[in-house]
């Protein structure tokens, strides 16, 4: 999608190492999203930043970390890659700004990470 | 918690009119029910939004009964295009702002022929 940013768009690594995703947004969005979907589970979401170094954990954020140094880039981390996190993994932006309770995200177009 | 049932999987032809329904028996009081579509290897794209009643856009129409415990969204004459999964989205009642968990159903596959 216009504005959002995923890379690499594909990715396979060995278990053990480390991995990092990459979501860059040129709209000058506060809030950004991790989310991974998985058949049978849908979209779960791993951790979220609502500003620059203000990150919070989602409902599956073990193994993961996050970090948000500029307002346009948010970066997801696999600190030590494991076969269960193979996934699709999504960033997304809020638009507008997630002040109020509306769901209106725009999603990058994912990452297929495969762990091997 | 809040839990959201969508059916599995849907078949329609180009021209008609499709209906999918999204069960929400327990959601938060003052969030919105929102509705995705997600093509293969893209992310799911913002569709319809809305409160309470019917919400018209230029692409779907989305009807939300009195006691918000469901929503149906309404894809008019669809095309081969159409085919996709889409996805109901509603807020936890557990929660505020960002802590709030945001409820993801597992999408309808709607399957349209010529």
């Known amino acids: 999608d216009a504005g959002i940013t995923q890379s690499p768009r594909h990715k396979v690594t060995e278990t053990g190492t480390p991995v990092t995703l990459r979501c860059h947004q040129t709209e000058n969005h506060r809030y950004m999203y991790w989310y991974r979907q998985d058949p049978g589970h849908g979209l779960r979401l791993i951790h979220y930043?609502?500003?620059?170094?203000?990150?919070d954990k989602g409902e599956v954020s073990d193994g993961y970390s996050v970090s948000r140094s500029k307002t346009e880039d948010f970066l997801l981390t696999l600190e030590s890659a494991t076969s269960s996190q193979t996934s699709v993994y999504f960033c997304a932006i809020s638009t507008p700004p997630r002040t109020t309770d509306d769901y209106g995200y725009t999603f990058g177009s994912g990452t297929r990470l495969t762990v091997v | 918690l809040a839990k959201t049932t969508q059916p599995i999987s849907m078949d329609s032809y180009e021209g008609q009119e499709v209906n999918i329904t999204c069960s929400h028996n327990n959601i938060a009081t003052n969030d919105y029910i929102t509705w995705y579509q997600q093509f293969p290897s893209q992310g799911p794209r913002f569709i319809i939004q809305g409160y309470k009643t019917k919400v018209t856009n230029e692409v779907a129409s989305l009807f939300i009964p009195a006691d918000r415990k469901s929503s149906t969204l309404s894809l008019p004459r669809v095309s081969l295009s159409d085919t996709a999964v889409y996805y109901c989205?509603?807020?936890?009642?557990?929660?505020?702002?960002?802590?709030?968990?945001?409820?993801w159903g597992l999408g309808t596959s709607l399957a349209v022929n010529p």
């Open positions: 989205l509603v807020g936890d009642p557990v929660g505020t702002g960002n802590n709030r968990k945001l409820i």
């Open positions: 930043s609502y500003g620059v170094k203000d990150t």
